[in-house]
T-cell receptor, first 116, second 111 residues
Framework: GAVVSQHPSWVICKSGTSVKIECRSL??????MFWYRQFPKQSLMLMAT?????????EQGVEKDKFLINHASLTLSTLTVTSAHPEDSSFYIC????????????FGPGTRLTVL | GQQLNQSPQSMFIQEGEDVSMNCTSS?????WLWYKQDPGEGPVLLIA?????ELTSNGRLTAQFGITRKDSFLNISASIPSDVGIYFC???????????FGKGTTLSVSS
């Protein structure tokens, strides 16, 4: 089956620093990648949708200048949390979809971010 | 906006028991998906439902897409300890571009 990886799997950073999280589709080309955030014991909340070569579409309430998304190739999307604060601590999960009409999304294993 | 209401929120069962959980919405969904998430991992797709009334099985798991397209249930038969985890229902938003997740059902299985 299709595999999506994320790097790093966990990261601890100081408040005010920026953190970059990578999402890669390992054995398929992903026209669309999605970024979700999951707080403890809560559901996955979609943050943004990114299509290769174009600007990401952010969900309401998600600051695009704080969560920078780059989908520069068909196998890689990055999420940069800029000037991170403790309230940004969360589990960030990406998913990838192969084709525009595909219903199935393949999820990465997630990245645990802790901001001190 | 579209929301998915999942119940129960959590379940504690004995190994070997059958489990049932469901998902409802006030909106119509054209696709229902059931995922399982283990601690510290991303969700894994269990069953996908694409037609109203559809009943689909995957091993000990069975899921149905409600006739009204506003609900779905997931059954697990003869539960085993590795069934422990959080089960999410999900459906596509109105634009069909992104998934909306329910709040999840946490399953605990004691042996």
């Amino acid at each position: 089956g299709a595999v999506v990886s994320q790097h790093p799997s966990w990261v601890i950073c100081k408040s005010g620093t920026s953190v970059k999280i990578e999402c890669r589709s390992l054995d398929f080309q992903a026209t669309t990648m999605f970024w979700y955030r999951q707080f403890p014991k809560q559901s996955l909340m979609l943050m943004a949708t990114s299509n290769e070569g174009s600007k990401a579409t952010y969900e309401q309430g998600v600051e695009k200048d704080k969560f920078l998304i780059n989908h520069a190739s068909l196998t890689l999307s990055t999420l940069t949390v800029t000037s991170a604060h403790p309230e940004d601590s969360s589990f960030y999960i990406c998913s990838a979809r192969q084709g525009a009409s595909d219903n199935e999304q393949f999820f990465g294993p997630g990245t645990r971010l802790t901001v001190l | 906006g579209q929301q998915l209401n999942q119940s129960p929120q959590s379940m504690f069962i004995q190994e070997g028991e059958d489990v049932s959980m469901n998902c409802t919405s006030s909106s119509i969904f054209n696709t229902w998906l059931w995922y399982k998430q283990d601690p510290g991992e991303g969700p894994v797709l269990l069953i996908a439902l694409y037609k109203a009334g559809e009943l689909t099985s995957n091993g000990r798991l069975t899921a149905q897409f409600g006739i009204t397209r506003k609900d779905s249930f997931l059954n697990i038969s003869a539960s085993i300890p590795s069934d422990v985890g959080i089960y999410f229902c999900a459906g596509f938003n109105q634009a069909g571009t992104a998934l909306i997740f329910g709040k999840g059902t946490t399953l605990s299985v004691s042996s």
